[in-house]
């Protein structure tokens, strides 16, 4: 191409080179790349100051004792059950966004919750307060867990495979049947008796201290096996972003794609919901908190920036309000209150999703 | 060569586009015409697969389009359709390199820079290139989506509209474009077109399309004349000598 040649002849070689460098770089300048990395850097010391925090703060014997780490080590449970759910929520709801080419929607609004409440209302409906004692443990968890992932899949396959099925649709009556769901459980709750009902809601509200390390032989494996597939899965994620016609044109095929990222999305937040209850605005207050940090759409920079800011919010958050306010169990208010809050003033700043 | 046999697309309440059969011969510019909700958007995205037929078959150069692996296929023809809208954010740059995903998978070498770096200053976005594309004016956001397309060396280029929003330079410099990635390497470049006058300057073949069927398929003598043009558009139109060929006058 001669005038392309030309053209390139013109260009100083070191400028040339430059250009060229800068194609395959995520991000728009070196300096851009470099906020990155403090970035990241600044919300892993966060994160680790609020870890250590949790373990030793307040700690009654002195550092060093046997005493002390088995009062550490009993905390430590609390901040695998953080990590499984930053990572999980914060993995999900980016990759979901992704697929449902959407960024203010989150999987949880998908009818994964209310599936929960579902089956945690049934529960204490059939069985009455015992129930609850009855739906805890491994078997019950992976049942459970189970059950939410051929709920999604079943949901997706089914809108997605139809002449019809796109991704809007899927959307629209996930929303609806998630409303519906939600509907059944709070018929059920009038129903029950006080008593059961007041068991029952201990359950519903998202809480760390819901969680059971008796889970964790499923819970960190399943969590850890769907991140590194949506990892690896990245380079995908970056065209699937674009759309059904891109994704298409550059030959991959759509439908399986989605379908296996909604796949990875369903397991992971099966994994939190069922490990802690519904912690609604979490992924969502994340995901915005990632693109506006990284300022980058590659899913390589994306995704460990979204599962750092998750655990430093939610370590954060349970940390101050344990040590502070003496109020563990708030943990999903003070999120979605400070969540929402950072939310608004990151749109209005910016003036676009 | 793009063969169409009975391809045919049914939208329900009436709409229906096809049967057509149609031949495109391989290398040179084709260019679709016709009226509005003639068919043309909808005939050029079941050709790119990214729609998927009722009935009928696509062949390009040999290769089925619905039964070819997908990733082979993106290496044969590539589709730019009408309207595109990204949720992601992107720099223009960012943008052409995805038009290397069928080879590289995501990993961008030296040599994909290159061709990168090319398409980006064919379309004179050098300058822009680190420019997010909602930072760009219409007509330089469709450049860029051009230059993707190109970056992507398919042998088969099929293009809706292109020349939206561009202004009389770019408009001729993308037209001269593509005769030269068609005559110099021997590539087929499929385009709808807005303007018939481009079609008569720059297109080897005019396919006039007109209520879901191909009406005229010919070069631009046969397809350039006062009856033809005026039963195809359904308003009068007349077709005189210029100084580089036939130009119609419709208004
Ligand atoms: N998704 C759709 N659903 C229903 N009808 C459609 C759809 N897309 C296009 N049509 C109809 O099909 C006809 C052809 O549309 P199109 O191929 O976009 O025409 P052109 O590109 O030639 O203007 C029009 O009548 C249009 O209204
Ligand atoms: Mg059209």
Same mark, same amino acid.
């Given at each position: ?353 | ?62 290769? !089925? ?5 997908? #990733?082979?296929? &993106?290496? +044969?023809?590539?589709? $730019?359709? *009408? /309207? ?49 594309? !909602? ?5 330089? #956001?469709?450049? &860029?989506? +051009?230059?993707?397309? $190109?970056? *992507? /060396? ?49 297109? !080897? ?47």
């Amino acid at each position: 191409m001669p005038d392309t040649a030309t053209h390139d002849a013109a260009v100083p070689p070191a400028l040339h080179h430059d250009t060229a460098r800068e194609g395959f770089a995520a991000f728009i300048s070196p300096a851009h790349r470099r906020r990155y990395w403090i970035a990241l850097v600044c919300l892993l010391l966060v994160g680790l100051a609020f870890c250590l925090g949790i373990l030793a703060w307040d700690n009654p014997l002195p550092f060093g004792t046997r005493g002390f780490w088995r009062i550490a080590e009993s905390r430590a449970t609390s901040v695998v059950v953080i990590a499984i759910v930053a990572v999980s929520q914060a993995m999900a709801t980016v990759a979901f966004q992704t697929a449902a080419n959407n960024r203010i929607i989150t999987p949880s609004i998908m009818g994964f919750e209310s599936l929960y409440v579902l089956i945690q209302t049934s529960v204490v409906y059939f069985l009455g307060a015992v129930g609850v004692t009855a739906i805890q443990g491994l078997p019950q968890y992976a049942m459970q867990v189970g059950l939410m992932v051929l709920f999604a899949l079943g949901l997706y396959g089914w809108l997605l495979s139809g002449k019809y099925g796109n991704v809007q649709i899927m959307l629209l009556i996930g929303i609806v049947l998630g409303g519906g769901l939600g509907s059944v459980s709070t018929f059920m709750q009038r129903l029950l008796a006080p008593s059961d009902f007041d068991v029952l809601s201990a359950r519903l509200f998202g809480s760390v201290s819901n969680a059971d390390a008796s889970y964790f032989p499923l819970a960190v494996p399943l969590c850890a096996l769907a991140t590194v597939a949506l990892y690896l899965h990245s380079r995908k994620l970056n065209i699937l972003s674009l759309g059904k016609d891109v994704t298409t044109n550059l030959g991959l095929k759509h439908r399986r794609e989605l379908m296996l990222t909604l796949f990875w999305v369903s397991v992971l937040m099966a994994v939190s919901t069922s490990l802690i209850g519904p912690m609604t605005f979490l992924g969502f207050l994340v995901a915005i908190l990632a693109y506006q940090f990284s300022d980058t759409y590659d899913h390589r920079y994306v995704f460990p920036m979204a599962v750092l800011i998750g655990f430093a919010v939610l370590a954060g958050a349970y940390f101050l309000l344990k040590n502070v306010f003496y109020a563990e169990g708030a943990v999903s208010i003070i999120i979605e209150l400070v969540g929402g809050t950072v939310f608004l003033v990151v749109i209005l700043r910016r003036g676009r999703l | 060569m793009i063969q169409l046999g009975k391809l045919f697309k049914d939208y329900g309440s009436g709409t229906s586009i096809g049967p057509v059969d149609l031949e495109i011969p391989p290398g040179g510019v084709t260019a679709l015409v016709g009226p509005n909700g003639a068919g043309k958007s909808t005939l050029l995205t079941m050709m790119g697969r990214l729609l998927g037929p009722d009935a009928g078959t696509v062949v390009i150069g040999g290769h !089925d389009v619905t039964t070819t692996h997908p #990733r082979k296929l &993106a290496t +044969v023809v590539s589709t $730019l359709r *009408q /309207e595109n809208h990204f949720t992601a954010r992107l720099t223009v740059r960012q943008l052409v390199a995805l038009g290397r995903f069928p080879y590289t998978r995501g990993r961008i070498n030296r040599e994909d820079e290159r061709i990168i770096s090319e398409s980006i200053e064919f379309f004179d976005l050098g300058s822009l290139q680190n420019r997010y594309l !909602d930072q760009l004016s219409g007509g330089q #956001r469709q450049r &860029a989506y +051009v230059a993707m397309v $190109l970056c *992507q /060396e398919t042998d088969y280029l099929l293009l809706d509209e292109p020349l939206n929003n561009l202004d009389m330079r770019h408009s001729v410099h993308m037209m001269h474009h593509l005769r030269r990635v068609a005559d110099e390497l021997g590539r087929t470049v499929l385009i709808v077109l807005h303007d018939v006058n481009f079609a008569s300057h720059y297109s !080897d073949w005019i396919c006039a399309v007109k209520e879901g069927k191909v009406v005229e398929f010919g070069t631009p003598e046969e397809i350039m004349t006062d009856e033809t043009l005026t039963r195809v558009f359904e308003t009068p139109v007349t077709c005189h000598d210029g100084p580089s060929g036939r130009l119609a006058v419709y208004y």
